[in-house]
């Protein structure tokens, strides 16, 4: 993503279109502080909260607020209410933009983006890299308790029937041939030769979904290109356009869906209850064991 950017911070220039779902650290240096642009920091589990973020970012808490407190499963998706309020209470406004980052590089910013998307939000983009490529590049960070709670926005979440489904719509794309789900999950978890790291859980796949762990779609923590993602998936895919995601608990699934969408598809779908739904031996749902093409 290179480009002639502006010196970093400078308030006065504007935000511009996003060029795309994947920012570089160079097009978001460029336009920090910027009116109209809003980085959050998704990051999750013990590097939620944590003490370093990117200067001035808000917390987008996927294992907090911005998960459904009701829901018996890690990581549900929260109804339009909630994720309004808190959104607003994080400043965000319909008209803004946004970038997300994670500590780790791309792992949970991507499901921050795909929960705006679901929610009718649009210009939001996940930081190539994440903090990690930020720190690299002598950016500037910040670091202890975030600042004062901005002003409220005006957000309103309206809705996209489809793009985070249930287990019933997985169940009946496993048997569409012209669809296709893949599990994020390493090939042991898929294999079932690997520990689930959520008790309970039986080891294993769903039968007839296709293995693509998030991490070989990324080089250091980046992104592939277009070209490879787009070889990457239709090698699984063949000629099918409408793809499920799944993963352990709906979060790395959207790593997918974003590497599908720099790929060109468009037909895509994240699997909210994931493994941790369909994995229990409660919900009925069969599973398979070994590589795959069961």
């Known amino acids: 993503m290179s480009e002639d950017v502006q010196p970093y911070g400078d308030r006065d220039a504007p935000v511009g279109a996003l060029p795309g779902p994947l920012v570089g650290t160079d097009w978001l240096a460029a336009r920090l502080g910027a009116p109209g642009l809003l980085v959050f920091d998704a ?29 018996p499963l890690p990581h549900t998706m929260p109804d339009a209410g909630r ?6 209470a994080q400043g965000l406004n319909d008209g803004d933009t946004v970038v997300v980052h994670d500590a780790v590089g791309i792992y949970s910013s991507a499901r921050a983006w795909w929960m705006l998307r679901a929610m ?15 720190t690299a590049a002598g950016l500037p960070v910040e670091e202890g308790v975030p600042g ?9 979440a ?5 793009l985070v489904v249930g287990a019933d719509a997985v169940a009946h794309a ?23 790291p959520r008790s309970g859980l039986r080891g294993g796949h769903m039968p007839g979904a296709v293995n693509l ?13 277009p070209a490879e993602l787009r070889a ?55 599973v398979g064991t070994g590589p795959g093409r069961d």
């Open 174 to 196: 496993l048997g569409d041939p012209g669809a296709v789900v893949f599990d994020a999950r390493t090939r042991g978890r898929f294999a079932g030769t690997e520990p689930e």
């Open 232 to 286: 990457a998936f239709a090698a699984l895919a063949g000629d099918r356009e409408r793809l499920y995601f799944s993963c352990g608990s709906g979060v790395t699934a959207c790593v997918l869906a974003l590497g599908a969408e720099l790929a060109g598809y468009r037909g895509t779908a994240v699997y909210d209850g994931s493994w941790s739904e369909w994995g229990l031996p409660e919900s009925g749902r069969p």
């Open 213 to 225: 762990p998030f991490g070989e779609i990324q080089d250091g923590g980046r992104m592939r290109g």
């Open 43 to 71: 990051s999750v589990g013990a590097h939620r909260g944590g003490a370093r973020r990117i200067a001035g970012a808000r917390p987008f808490d996927i294992d907090g607020a911005l998960s459904d407190p009701s829901g």
């Open 148 to 156: 004062a709670a901005p002003e409220p926005g005006d957000f309103t």
């Open 158 to 162: 309206r809705p996209r029937p489809g």
């Open 120 to 134: 009718g939000f649009d210009r939001a983009a996940v930081l190539d890299g994440g903090l990690p490529a930020w």
């Open 83 to 88: 994720f309004t309020e808190e959104l607003r």
